[in-house]
């Protein structure tokens, strides 16, 4: 309705809008982070997808009602809102949508051209570089990346009048510079590289360890010294129950599988099949997840292209949940997913499940952002299309200092608004201690420490990396995933330079920073503490390309956790209660629930020691690694 008295009436918008533009953004970070250099100046004829991300209502008094429902001593404990809920309390007030578009018809660009998203969330319009320019009180810059070569463009900072500033949360393109070639480059699985493992390559070798491993990993299998002994070597499913207590008797429950979203990777069938058969032959030949296919996501591919994160994903969920199913949410065709700058995942997954998030289709510059969708995909762009699970698992993350503090606030409401909903969000920390990435890059240009997003994000439940101690065995406390390992992999972890501490890690953090020696002009003593809490992520084993292989990284860590709480909803669900939604206020209530990880460190700048474990929390490993059975004597006990 609004649209169209804007078209009939255009002429009638004032034209007497103050002119007087103040800042709005300017970009947080020196690009020698992420290898960027500025080259030339941007064409002026070259056309920009405008995005304008309109204000939301109330998200002070969504955070509120998030934590009123996930108290566990609340009366309101688990009364998760409906869609329409959500959409209602938070979309962007009519008045606020009117002023923006006056703004923009009194600055040249006609009513005809820019187009409001079904969400009412978003503004959108293709303009040349000299009128955004122009409209922005900016000079766009032609960037290269250093490593890849690839370009983009970019200002440093852009402008919007005064009087309606309020109203915009952030416009794009504008200041974002994101390091990536690929979804396998930055914004990536969290996890180490994956190796072939060396003992195996010789077949006598190979088939005694096998043997060895086949006859004790079976679930059903009364061996329990065997396996016990090898698990610090590798870790199979059978291990990681035993680490944690978890039981055998799954059992389905209907509206409960377990969501676990991917982009640009995607598992085979075959290495499933051969992992089944190798160590969980309780799972039938060909169990696979069902796809949830976004904007032309495709799966599964052959055995020569299968994606190494992925594969983890479901031979570590698969075994712990079976016979309950698993959704996959497969984001991006392949075309797309290959794209250098194909970086606006997390939104692309959030308007599949979540309407109120939604955008719609918008001309790319061609060479420059990604003509989306593509010849790989001409169908329309989802939006709100999925129902969310109750629990979703992701893996991949990018250094908060990459994007606008307002973008990463927009994504992190949506994780919020999930949880008002009734879905757990698990993320895995990251795989490179403090920073995001390993080495001098990662750093910021001070030298401080660059954590990962959304790991950092306080509505979501974040999970760090451990691993059995050479030597030791499952019936002994864990550690942290020791950094000096031929992956370089560290367990991420620390303080968010952007999102306040919520109250509900108040007393533990509080308790570790009295007792913490670390310099802390090295990071914001103030802001969200991450990880939550933390599980195996140390030589895993899996099937890819064929191949048996050890992998490691936090891209374990997350779905061992996930797939837990999985299993606990399906109890709940079994005996009439409700999904349990956002844990983390619950979980730091109660930190018996755990297994406290007390030695070992991650890695902070250059290499150097960033923090220890130590008794009670810490961000290494969070709170520790899950009790089963108390973890779900807790949780079946909520209301």
């Known amino acids: 309705m609004l649209l169209s008295i804007l078209l009939l009436a255009g002429t009638a918008f004032s034209s007497a809008l103050p002119n007087k533009l103040v800042l709005h953004e300017r970009r947080a970070f020196e690009p020698v982070i992420t290898q960027w250099t500025k080259r030339s100046l941007a064409p002026q004829d070259a056309i920009l997808p405008v995005r304008i991300a309109l204000t939301q209502r109330n998200p002070q008094e969504g955070h509120n009602h998030l934590m009123d429902i996930s108290d566990p001593r609340s009366s309101n404990f688990g009364k998760h809102w409906t869609r329409q809920q959500v959409e209602e309390f938070f979309?962007?007030?009519?008045?606020?949508?009117?002023?923006?578009?006056?703004?923009?018809?009194?600055?040249?660009?006609?009513?005809?051209?820019?187009?409001?998203?079904?969400?009412?969330?978003?503004?959108?319009?293709?303009?040349?570089?000299?009128?955004?320019?122009?409209?922005?009180?900016?000079?766009?810059?032609?960037?290269?990346?250093?490593?890849?070569?690839a370009q983009t463009l970019s200002c440093d900072s852009y402008h919007v009048p005064a009087s309606i500033q309020h109203h915009i949360d952030f416009i794009t393109p504008t200041i974002a510079l994101i390091p990536t070639t690929s979804m396998k480059s930055f914004l990536k699985k969290r996890q180490s590289a994956s190796t072939q493992v060396p003992e195996l390559n010789d077949p006598k070798t190979r088939k005694s360890l096998?043997?060895?491993?086949?006859?004790?990993?079976?679930?059903?299998?009364?061996?329990?010294?065997?396996?016990?002994?090898?698990c610090a070597q590798r870790v199979t499913p059978k291990c990681i129950r035993q680490l944690y207590g978890i039981p055998s008797n799954a059992f389905a429950v209907p509206g409960n599988a377990l969501g676990i979203a991917e982009a640009g990777d995607v598992y085979d069938q075959e290495d499933l099949n051969l992992f089944f058969k190798s160590f969980a032959p309780h799972i039938p030949n060909n169990t696979a997840p069902v796809l949830q296919s976004i904007d032309g996501g495709t799966?599964?591919?052959?055995?020569?292209?299968?994606?190494?994160?992925?594969?983890?994903?479901?031979?570590?969920?698969?075994?712990?949940?079976y016979p309950q199913d698993i959704k996959l949410f497969q984001a991006l065709d392949p075309s797309t997913a290959a794209s250098p700058f194909a970086f606006g995942l997390g939104d692309i997954f959030l308007d599949a499940i979540d309407k109120s998030f939604c955008t719609y289709k918008g001309g790319n510059t061609k060479g420059i952002d990604p003509e989306y969708p593509n010849q790989g995909y001409n169908g329309t762009l989802m939006c709100g299309t999925y129902q969310p699970t109750n629990v979703i698992s992701i893996s991949y993350a990018v250094a908060e200092a990459y994007y606008p503090r307002s973008y990463l606030d927009r994504q992190c409401y949506e994780f919020m608004k999930l949880g008002l909903k009734g879905s757990s969000i698990i993320f895995a920390s990251g795989d490179n201690g403090t920073v995001e990435r390993s080495?001098?890059?990662?750093?910021?240009?001070?030298?401080?420490?660059?954590?990962?997003?959304?790991?950092?994000?306080?509505?979501?439940?974040?999970?760090?990396?451990?691993?059995?101690?050479?030597?030791?065995?499952?019936?002994?406390?864990?550690?942290?995933?020791?950094?000096?390992?031929?992956?370089?992999?560290?367990?991420?972890?620390?303080?968010?330079?952007?999102?306040?501490?919520p109250s509900y890690q108040d007393a533990a953090v509080s308790k570790y920073l009295g007792s913490s020696t670390r310099n802390t002009s090295l990071f914001n003593i103030t802001g969200r503490a991450f990880p939550d809490v933390s599980a195996n992520g140390w030589n895993i084993e899996t099937y890819l390309n064929g191949k048996q292989l050890l992998n490691s990284g936090t891209s374990a860590s997350a779905p061992i956790f996930a797939s837990i709480i999985n299993r606990i909803n399906g109890d709940r669900i079994t005996?009439?209660?409700?999904?349990?939604?956002?844990?983390?206020?619950?979980?730091?209530?109660?930190?018996h629930v755990f297994n406290d990880i007390v030695d070992g460190y991650n890695l902070g700048c250059n290499a150097a020691v960033g923090f220890n474990a130590t008794t009670g929390w810490d961000p290494v490993t969070g709170l520790g690694t899950p009790k089963y059975a108390d973890l779900r004597k807790l949780l079946l006990d909520l209301p």
């Open 91 to 149: 979309s962007p007030s009519s008045n606020t949508i009117t002023v923006v578009r006056e703004w923009l018809y009194s600055s040249g660009i006609n009513v005809s051209r820019h187009k409001l998203a079904t969400s009412r969330g978003h503004i959108q319009f293709d303009a040349s570089v000299s009128e955004v320019e122009q409209l922005l009180g900016t000079q766009y810059d032609l960037w290269e990346h250093g490593e890849t070569g």
């Open 210 to 230: 096998l043997e060895t491993i086949n006859n004790s990993t079976s679930p059903y299998n009364k061996s329990h010294s065997i396996v016990n002994a090898t």
């Open 299 to 321: 799966a599964p591919v052959s055995v020569e292209n299968g994606g190494a994160e992925s594969t983890l994903d479901f031979e570590i969920a698969y075994p712990i949940i």
């Open 439 to 501: 080495g001098r890059i990662g750093c910021l240009a001070n030298g401080t420490d660059n954590p990962s997003f959304p790991a950092s994000c306080p509505y979501v439940t974040s999970v760090g990396a451990t691993q059995i101690a050479p030597g030791k065995t499952t019936a002994d406390r864990e550690v942290a995933v020791d950094p000096n390992n031929v992956y370089s992999f560290s367990s991420g972890g620390g303080f968010s330079n952007y999102f306040p501490r």
């Open 575 to 591: 005996v009439g209660k409700r999904p349990l939604g956002f844990l983390n206020p619950t979980l730091y209530a109660h930190p």
